[in-house]
T-cell receptor, first 115, second 115 residues
Framework: AQTVTQSQPEMSVQEAETVTLSCTYDTSESDYYLFWYKQPPSRQMILVIR??????QNATENRFSVNFQKAAKSFSLKISDSQLGDAAMYFC????????????FGKGTLLTVNP | DGGITQSPKYLFRKEGQNVTLSCEQNLNHDAMYWYRQDPGQGLRLIYY???????QKGDIAEGYSVSREKKESFPLTVTSAQKNPTAFYLC??????????????FGPGTRLLVL
């Protein structure tokens, strides 16, 4: 069974600053995918970034980057130059390859961006 | 525009009543999923389908039913057997057989309330 743990229920950051959201996961699979999704007040789930476990290089998408530590089973999200529009609930999720694409989600971190 | 639509946005259910939530996609995606989101929780998988006329139970299927008669549509029925249906329901889909087949894209959600 997969488990995903987000230890920070809430985080806050000043506009233009950098913030890191934590995520740890547990899996017995050797090949899997990790995701960060963003859920703004509209409640639409939006994909932020995707990481394939067999790739050593950390994924980046503009101001969003991850720190993937496979041995530690850690997958943190770094948001640089935070903007007011980044305020949202952020969910970490895992998906083992060949699992019929069943995502397992953490409970989320609520990010507040202060002007 | 291509995308995933869910209707209605809000739905009210009376005791003992079955209600059906609609999910439609015009992305030519193969697999479709239903998730339930409760306050302070991540998403939990209810049902999923990878092909027309076939579907599998997720982690919390009791009290729910689905059908997949068309590739574009995956309606979810919340039956009277579901004793605590108040939640936010999200539909997702993915295109299989591609380099991004693990990535699920979400609809805007339906909020179900019990009267």
């Amino acid at each position: 069974a997969q488990t995903v743990t987000q230890s920070q229920p809430e985080m806050s950051v000043q506009e233009a600053e950098t913030v890191t959201l934590s995520c740890t996961y547990d899996t017995s699979e050797s090949d899997y995918y990790l995701f960060w999704y963003k859920q703004p007040p509209s409640r639409q789930m939006i994909l932020v970034i995707r990481q394939e476990a067999y790739k050593q290089q950390n994924a980046t998408e503009n101001r969003f980057s991850v720190n993937f530590q496979k041995a530690a089973k850690s997958f943190s999200l770094k948001i640089s130059d935070s903007q007011l529009g980044d305020a949202a609930m952020y969910f970490c999720a895992s998906l083992p390859r060949g699992s019929n694409y069943k995502l397992t989600f953490g409970k989320g971190t609520l990010l507040t961006v202060n002007p | 525009d291509g995308g995933i639509t869910q209707s209605p946005k809000y739905l009210f259910r009376k005791e003992g009543q079955n209600v059906t939530l609609s999910c439609e996609q015009n992305l030519n995606h193969d697999a479709m999923y239903w998730y339930r989101q409760d306050p302070g929780q991540g998403l939990r998988l209810i049902y999923y389908s990878q092909i027309v006329n076939d579907f599998q139970k997720g982690d919390i299927a009791e009290g729910y039913s689905v059908s997949r008669e068309k590739k574009e549509s995956f309606p979810l029925t919340v039956t009277s057997a579901q004793k605590n249906p108040t939640a936010f329901y999200l539909c997702a889909s993915t295109k299989l057989g591609t380099s991004k087949q693990e990535t699920q894209y979400f609809g805007p959600g339906t909020r179900l309330l019990v009267l």
